[in-house]
């Protein structure tokens, strides 16, 4: 182990980069069931936990680098030293996770044997699902997301979510590095690569019998136009541009009417939601939201009586400003509203912003409080029971927590959609990183989604992961999409019923590992190697 030891650094350095290339942009995610054993072949000869530390920052801090290097790139709308600063900050916090989970994994009491990668394992995915939720959240970069063109790999998350695609990738990691490690031992380490390779296995048996079974399961559908719209950032943000941006996404409205879809869908903030009702004019001495309510008027009336979903930014009485769905019915009466909850911290709203208000540049949003569906009206055919087509409708980050995502389906969604603007990053990796989630989330929840994204991937994903449409993207030759998507039949999965039991579970490994590492260090009992 001399050269490890030399080179632990360097081994640690390739696990951040392997891993980096089996995301988006490079795609290739056979890498990631390898990408960690240079990492947890490094931990074997470091001194202390502070080395282990190191090490693990090291990879970390690499392969986040990497897949978070678009948020540079927002110079355009902000000083480049602060979305500097942004990048780094969030690299170097990101980062930690990787650290951390070297320390656990040094300290663990067993070395070697299946108790070894399956501690690993269960560290890895609680730290991914800690990362979920702490500090607001923040699940980008999840390593279960590598498979998301895998499809026969990643339907084992109708059952466990992503967190059990990254179980059995870290399980299978740290197998192959027990062997390594112990490789002067080889015949009794077999166990450790054998279980996660039976593991995958399965769990691939599983992914195609599931999708073989799906082709011949005839569903309900509802057509939906997508209508992207594909505005640049900068054009957005010049006030100068409204009123050719509406014409644009009202000219574009009336062409896809013409193929008489059920619903007619425009992606996150399109507009402002005041220019949807003539009620709220009242409360805006302004001619150009008129002129845009008249409009609207006048579209509605020329695509017969079409209902749509649209992203605006709207605001209240109190002058408080949401990022919202509005559903619209067939007679441009709005029929409900949802709230995005997740916001993005300091893009939408400023964390701890009572703390900072120098930092403050712009009015942020409010968040949402409760998760609801919204209807959508003349549905024909596609009725059940006389009843109303609902659909829950996930904005932008929000499609990243699949335990908020979930619970849409469990209140009863046919469909999902996700509304975005990914037009911040056009020209990066970032808008197919998004768009990766989306597999996932329909998997996790067997639910058809639909992706409407200004400036990044348009297209329906279907209750398996399928793509089952040609992308609209940001340099389209379509400039519109329509599709059926198919609606659910109302069948909870048993993630979509349970939700991140995988993750607790981990968190209890993980816990009585650590706990018993301690009592092993504290009786001054060197850790024993497990015999297989």
């Known amino acids: 182990m001399n050269f490890v030891k030399r080179y632990r650094y360097w081994l640690a350095a390739s696990s951040g980069i392997i891993l980096f290339c089996s995301f988006p942009n490079v795609n290739f995610f056979p890498l990631a069931w390898v990408a960690l054993v240079p990492l947890l072949v490094a931990l074997e000869p470091v001194e202390s936990w502070k080395s282990a530390f190191r090490v693990g920052y090291v990879s970390g801090f690499l392969f986040f680098a990497g897949l978070l290097l678009a948020i540079v790139l927002l110079y355009p ?27 656990l994994v040094y300290q663990l009491p067993w070395q070697s044997g299946i108790l070894y990668p399956l501690g690993a394992a269960s560290i890895w995915v609680t730290l991914e699902w800690i990362r979920s939720w702490l500090l607001t959240g923040f699940p980008w970069g999840n390593i279960g997301y590598s498979q998301w063109n895998y499809l026969q790999g990643i339907q084992i998350a109708s059952i466990t979510g992503v967190y059990g695609v990254s179980f059995i990738i870290v399980f299978f990691n740290a197998g192959i590095a027990t062997l390594i490690r112990r490789r002067h031992e080889w015949q009794r380490e077999l166990v450790a690569v054998i279980v996660p ?38 054009e957005k943000w010049q006030s100068k541009n409204i009123e ?110 009572n703390f900072l208000p120098n930092f403050v540049q712009f009015q942020p949003f409010e968040h949402g409080k409760t998760v609801n569906l919204l209807p959508i009206t003349n549905v024909e055919a596609m009725q059940t029971n006389n009843q109303t087509i609902e659909v829950g ?111 607790i579970l981990c968190l209890v490994i993980s816990l009585t590992c650590i706990a018993y590492g301690i009592v092993v260090r504290h009786s001054n009992t060197k850790p024993t190697t497990i015999d297989n």
Request: charged share 15%; aromatic share 12%.
């Open 77 to 103: 709308y902000a000083n480049i030293f602060v979305t500097l600063l942004g990048y780094l900050l969030l690299v170097g916090y990101t980062a930690l996770y990787f650290a951390v989970f070297a320390v």
């Open 197 to 234: 390779c039976l593991l995958a296995m399965i769990c691939l048996i599983y992914g195609y019998t599931a999708i073989a079974r799906s082709e011949n399961t005839p569903q309900n559908s509802m057509k939906v136009a997508l209508i992207p719209g594909n505005i640049s950032q900068i």
């Open 244 to 353: 050719k941006i509406i014409k644009k996404y009202l000219n574009l409205t009336r062409k896809a009417a013409v193929e008489n879809p059920d619903v007619i869908v425009w992606p996150e903030t399109t507009v402002r939601g005041q220019v949807l009702s003539g009620e709220w004019i009242v409360q805006v001495s302004s001619n150009n939201f008129r002129r845009f309510h008249n409009l609207f008027k006048q579209t509605f009336g020329e695509i017969g009586g079409i209902p749509m979903l649209i992203g605006a930014t709207d605001t209240d009485a109190f002058g408080d400003i949401y990022n919202r769905v509005i559903s619209v019915s067939s007679e441009g009466e709005i029929l409900g509203k949802y709230t995005k909850m997740h916001l993005v911290p300091f893009g939408e709203y400023v964390p701890l912003a």
């Open 393 to 503: 409708t996930s904005i932008c980050f929000e499609s990243a927590f699949p335990s908020h995502f979930r619970q849409f389906v469990k209140k009863g969604a046919d469909a999902m959609g996700i509304l975005t603007n990914d037009a911040w990053f056009a020209g990066t990796a970032f808008p197919e990183l998004h768009l990766a989630m989306a597999p996932l989330r329909a998997v996790e929840n067997r639910i058809a989604v639909f992706r409407c994204a200004n400036g990044g991937y348009s297209c329906v994903v279907d209750n398996f992961g399928r793509i089952t449409t040609p992308f609209v993207t940001p340099q389209p030759t379509e400039e519109f999409l329509i599709a059926e998507v198919p609606l659910s039949e109302g069948n909870l999965t048993f993630y979509t019923r349970y939700g991140d039991w995988l993750s």
